[in-house]
């Protein structure tokens, strides 16, 4: 008789540590063993990468990873300057943490930011319309002197969502915003998305200055789902090693 074959089980592939995790990991290093010190600049970005040997955008996505959890401040004109250090399983624990909580925090600002364009549409008042054309103004400046625009980024949604007039939905925006944080760095980080920001800012407000709460909504939708698009939710090791 033959021997009966056991039922295998289906052979799964080997996770590889992904690449941009493996780039924290050496920046995290190179500081300790630099030996700097909060205030301390960190190189250039293309001297990083060649020093490396990947990509600068890879670097440059690498270095958000760590301003996010304000490890960092990456200032325009000056680089990466450091604010604090922490070990690098500390680092690493908190990025992955970050990029699991990610899809979540995108879902419940389209859950609230959504619904509070509409209700802005329909109860704005001219003040409410003030300061949004105000933060409109701020965050292009920002943009033109070649910064990202988060500052602007963050009053235009507190001026929307203020002109929602709904305390509860104000309140858990507020509960909400310290995560939202991580996430409008991470975006406005992305190649180009400042500006394209702007311009889904510039619609949401045309539509709630028309009192058209469909449209504002809408507009809201379609900014939320371009600012979502970050690089932490698409990297693997074979993207983040493409050239510039």
């Given at each position: 008789?033959?021997?009966?074959?056991r039922?295998s089980?289906?052979l799964?592939?080997?996770?590889?540590?992904?690449?941009?995790e493996?780039?924290?990991?050496?920046?995290?290093?190179?500081?300790?063993?630099?030996?700097l010190?909060?205030?301390?600049?960190?190189?250039?970005?293309?001297?990083?990468?060649?020093?490396?040997?990947?990509?600068?955008v890879?670097?440059?996505?690498?270095?958000v990873?760590?301003?996010?959890?304000?490890?960092i401040?990456v200032?325009?004109?000056?680089?990466?300057?450091?604010?604090?250090?922490?070990?690098?399983q500390?680092?690493?624990?908190?990025?992955?943490?970050?990029?699991?909580?990610?899809?979540?925090i995108?879902?419940?600002?389209?859950?609230?930011?959504?619904?509070?364009?509409?209700?802005?549409?329909?109860?704005?008042?001219?003040?409410?319309?003030?300061?949004?054309?105000?933060a409109?103004a701020?965050?292009?400046?920002?943009?033109?002197?070649?910064?990202r625009?988060?500052?602007?980024?963050?009053?235009f949604?507190?001026?929307?969502?203020?002109?929602?007039?709904?305390?509860?939905?104000?309140?858990?925006?507020?509960?909400?915003?310290?995560?939202?944080?991580?996430?409008?760095?991470?975006?406005l980080?992305?190649?180009?998305?400042?500006?394209?920001?702007?311009?889904?800012?510039?619609?949401i407000?045309?539509?709630?200055?028309?009192?058209?709460?469909d449209?504002?909504g809408?507009?809201?939708?379609?900014?939320?789902?371009?600012?979502?698009?970050?690089?932490?939710?698409?990297?693997?090791?074979?993207?983040?090693?493409?050239?510039?």
């Amino acid at each position: 008789m033959s021997r009966e074959r056991r039922a295998s089980k289906p052979l799964r592939p080997i996770a590889r540590p992904r690449l941009y995790e493996q780039l924290v990991e050496q920046l995290v290093e190179h500081i300790d063993d630099a030996g700097l010190r909060p205030g301390d600049r960190l190189p250039p970005e293309r001297e990083l990468a060649a020093q490396l040997g990947v990509s600068r955008v890879s670097i440059g996505q690498a270095l958000v990873a760590l301003e996010v959890q304000g490890i960092i401040d990456v200032r325009h004109g000056e680089g990466a300057v450091l604010l604090e250090t922490r070990p690098e399983q500390q680092v690493i624990a908190s990025l992955r943490a970050h990029q699991r909580r990610l899809p979540e925090i995108i879902e419940a600002r389209e859950a609230l930011e959504v619904k509070l364009a509409e209700l802005a549409a329909q109860r704005r008042t001219e003040a409410d319309m003030a300061r949004i054309d105000d933060a409109l103004a701020f965050m292009a400046f920002e943009i033109e002197a070649g910064g990202r625009g988060e500052d602007g980024d963050e009053r235009f949604h507190a001026a929307v969502t203020a002109a929602g007039h709904s305390g509860l939905l104000a309140d858990m925006m507020k509960e909400l915003s310290p995560l939202i944080l991580e996430s409008r760095i991470e975006s406005l980080s992305q190649p180009g998305r400042p500006k394209d920001s702007l311009a889904g800012h510039r619609q949401i407000a045309a539509a709630i200055r028309a009192c058209d709460g469909d449209a504002a909504g809408k507009a809201m939708l379609a900014h939320l789902t371009l600012v979502s698009d970050v690089a932490v939710l698409r990297w693997d090791s074979d993207e983040a090693d493409e050239s510039a």
